[in-house]
């Protein structure tokens, strides 16, 4: 079972609307949780991170559900410029400072 | 304020060649590390720094590869030799201690090396 999994896609969706995505991570202990985004050919950046209580940013919002091991992203109001690679990535925590990456799921956003 | 800088951007070189990818963190950063991102496998930890010391290369994929950072401003991942399968983007990351928290959380990514080996 891969530590991090997600759906890659690609999610094919129209400009405005809603989409969200899931990931499911594979240790218990894992200590905090991240939402990366990646466009094409270009590095990866922190889009948010993710919170026990849940968090928005905007038309983002996150979720932790730690009894499940998975994390969500909601996108309301999809834009073009969404269009892009989301990464899911947890950190295991301890006194180690390694991030896991989720292999992505891809979002295309059309008119 | 310059983010990371990756060197090169492109490189193509043949199978058995020694290829030496650099990568300048950001300055102030106490965490470097090394990332390797193929179709396949996506984005996989290579090995990281913390104050120039190396502390997990555990992901280094085997004896070919090697990384050093001989000062908070500098670091460069070896291959040696190169092999076909080695072809993927590079990525150096680095990211600043936060205190009473984790030092991995927030990174910020170069813009890679694509490496092409023939």
């Known amino acids: 079972r891969k530590e991090v999994e997600q759906d890659p896609g690609p999610f094919n969706v129209p400009e405005g609307a809603t989409v969200a995505f899931n990931c499911t991570y594979s240790n218990s202990a894992s200590q905090s949780f991240f939402w990366y985004r990646q466009d094409c050919r270009k590095e990866p950046k922190l889009l948010m991170s993710v919170y026990s209580s849940g968090n928005e940013d905007g038309r983002f919002t996150a979720q932790l559900n730690r009894a499940s091991q998975y994390i969500s992203l909601l996108i309301r109001d999809s834009k073009l410029s969404d269009s892009a690679t989301y990464l899911c990535?947890?950190?295991?925590?301890?006194?180690?400072?390694?991030?896991?990456f989720g292999t992505g799921t891809r979002l295309q956003v059309t008119l | 304020d310059a983010g990371v800088i990756q060197s090169p951007r492109h490189e193509v070189t043949e199978m058995g060649q020694e290829v030496t990818l650099r990568c300048k963190p950001i300055?102030?950063?106490?965490?470097l590390f090394w990332y390797r991102q193929t179709m396949m496998r996506g984005l996989e930890l290579l090995i990281y720094?913390?104050?120039?010391?190396?502390?997990?290369d555990s992901g280094m994929p085997e004896d070919r590869f090697s990384a050093k950072m001989p000062n908070a401003s500098f670091s460069t991942l070896k291959i040696q030799p190169s092999e076909p399968r080695d072809s993927a983007v590079y990525f150096c990351?680095?990211?600043?201690?936060?205190?009473?928290?984790?030092?991995?959380?927030?990174?910020?990514f170069g813009p890679g090396t694509r490496l092409t080996v023939l």
């Open positions: 990535v947890v950190n295991w925590g301890g006194t180690a400072s390694k991030l896991t």
């Open positions: 300055s102030g950063h106490d965490y």
């Open positions: 720094f913390n104050n120039n010391v190396p502390i997990d």
């Open positions: 990351a680095s990211s600043p201690w936060v205190a009473g928290g984790r030092g991995a959380d927030t990174q910020y």
